[in-house]
């Protein structure tokens, strides 16, 4: 594949270390602020987009991450500077190649769902709408073996929902202390949102549940490790989702932090070793890539 570089795998020592702080850093890649209208909903989508330093200078194909805000945020909030900077840092370090960022809009309160009311439709917008988008207009890498998903808060609760209702259009996802919600958490918790969002509806909910798809999935994702749980305040939601994978025997890698709920600490301590999970998953992926493509060029013959 042109433009395909093997992503550096670091010393395991480096997920150790407390990184530096990401707040200060200027970043060396492009920050844009985009849209368009999208083909199925007819709405105004809107999204930041992370471009490397090296994306107009190259012919590279870049792997993908999109990055999910938690409630009350909006695309273009501080995480679409602190991320860039935490990939930033670990590039610099030998850890992981650059990549293209995408921070897609949730509608503040749509819990990454598709409301019961269709006035919300994040996860249409982000899996039939923005990713055949980028695809389309952006030189990456056009294969779910290099796309990954993540967020923070309800982000969190949304990188799992959609890694484990679409493990086919993945390859991994983190989840930065996740507002992990079954259905009794989220009306205990959240009762407009179970409203507005859900109708206070449990069979709506369960179409767009981390909880209810990890377990109609459960084969293909104990196929290969695909999760990642970095934990700060929100402790016994993440910590009942971790028993929920374990006893189906989808593996986890699972850290609890001293962070209170705020992803730029979480970062901090854990930004590096999100990366070098990251970067562990495209190895793996470049290597399966290339062993397809000589067993159909084989096959060819």
């Given amino acids: 594949m042109r433009g395909v570089r093997l992503f550096a795998l670091f010393s395991v020592l480096v997920i150790f270390l407390k990184a530096e702080p990401v707040l200060g850093q200027i970043l060396r890649g492009i920050l844009e602020k985009r849209s368009f209208t999208g083909p199925i909903t007819g709405k105004r989508i809107e999204f930041s987009l992370y471009l490397p330093e090296s994306y107009y200078s190259s012919e590279e194909r870049y792997p993908v991450v999109y990055h999910l805000h938690g409630l009350g945020g909006s695309h273009d909030g501080y995480q679409s500077r602190t991320v860039p900077a935490s990939f930033e840092r670990a590039t610099e370090m ?24 269709k006035i919300k439709p994040a996860e249409t917008n982000i899996i039939a709408e923005l990713i055949p988008y980028i695809d389309e207009n952006f030189r990456t890498l056009r294969n779910a073996r290099f796309r990954f998903i993540q967020g923070f808060s309800m982000g969190g609760f949304g990188a799992a929902k959609f890694i484990t209702k679409f493990p086919d259009s993945f390859n991994a996802a983190i989840i930065y202390d996740g507002a992990l919600l079954d ?100 190895n793996r992926a470049f290597r399966d890539y290339h062993r397809d493509e000589k067993r159909f060029e084989f096959k060819k013959k």
């Fill in 183 to 282: 259905w009794t958490t989220l009306t205990l918790s959240h009762a407009t949102i179970t409203a507005s969002i859900f109708a206070n509806n449990e069979a709506y909910f369960n179409q767009f549940s981390p909880w209810f798809w990890a377990e109609k999935n459960k084969n293909k994702l104990k196929a290969r490790t695909r999760l990642r749980m970095v934990v700060g305040a929100l402790l016994p939601w993440n910590r009942n989702f971790l028993a929920y994978l374990n006893e189906m025997g989808v593996p986890v890698e699972y850290v609890e932090t001293a962070c209170l709920h705020d992803l730029k600490c979480l970062l901090n301590y854990e930004g590096l070793g999100s990366a070098a999970f990251i970067s562990e998953c495209l």
């Fill in 94 to 117: 030998g850890i992981i190649g650059p990549v293209i960022i995408v921070f897609p809009d949730g509608y503040k309160d749509s819990f990454w769902a598709d409301s019961f009311d």
